[in-house]
């Protein structure tokens, strides 16, 4: 059985090409429509295929280097969006909690941290070069009477980014690396 494992070349033409594609529709539905108003249905549909193809090349000729120039030194897994990720502490619960909110505090951009029912702790980024803003949560469960799980997950604020620059990896890795501290 051969496994075939995609080269960071690979993820980065998927990426790219599910990025775009799916804004290249978005505009020549939507030019389409406005343009068929105006010089009628066939000719309105031809104009929305040709914006949507050129503002499609604009925008790769102009975002594809500015992605590559902010990621090109990470791995391939932070060119997802969304970021999570696992971490076990040892301690007492309520310490810990304690020490997640002050980590999350110390992200650079956060503006507001909110703690929800002592399990969850949201925190919201201001807006930046790399994403309108993020929305980091830290989840704790406790798994026995010594161990506290957290759950890490860092996204962007709107849904429908497609690109964040790497930014939400970051988020995560900082978390994760002040948290590690924690039992050393």
């Known amino acids: ?21 799916k804004i290249s529709i978005f505009m020549a539905v939507f030019s389409a429509l406005v343009m068929s108003i105006k010089i009628g249905l066939f000719h309105g549909i031809i104009a929305g295929c040709i914006i949507s193809i050129i503002g499609t090349i604009l925008m ?7 992605d590559y120039w902010f990621t090109r030194k990470l791995p391939v897994e932070s060119l997802a969006v969304r970021q999570e990720r696992d971490i076990k502490l040892k301690g007492e619960f309520n310490s810990i909690y304690i020490y997640c909110v002050e980590v999350i505090r110390n992200i650079k951009g956060v503006i507001k941290v909110e703690k929800n029912d ?3 702790i949201i925190g919201f980024t201001r807006t930046n ?3 309108i803003g993020e929305r ?4 704790l469960s406790q798994l026995d009477q010594e161990t506290i799980n957290i759950h890490i997950t860092s996204r962007p604020i709107i849904k429908y980014t497609m690109l964040d620059y790497g930014k939400n990896y970051k988020n995560v890795e900082c978390i994760t690396n002040q948290l590690a501290r924690y039992n050393a």
């Open 1 to 21: 059985m051969t496994i075939f494992l995609s080269s960071p070349f690979e993820s980065r033409t998927k990426k790219y090409i599910n990025a775009f594609g």
């Open 60 to 66: 790769s000729l102009v975002l594809v280097p500015i």
């Open 118 to 120: 002592n399990r969850n």
């Open 129 to 131: 070069m790399s994403s």
């Open 136 to 139: 980091i949560s830290l989840e």
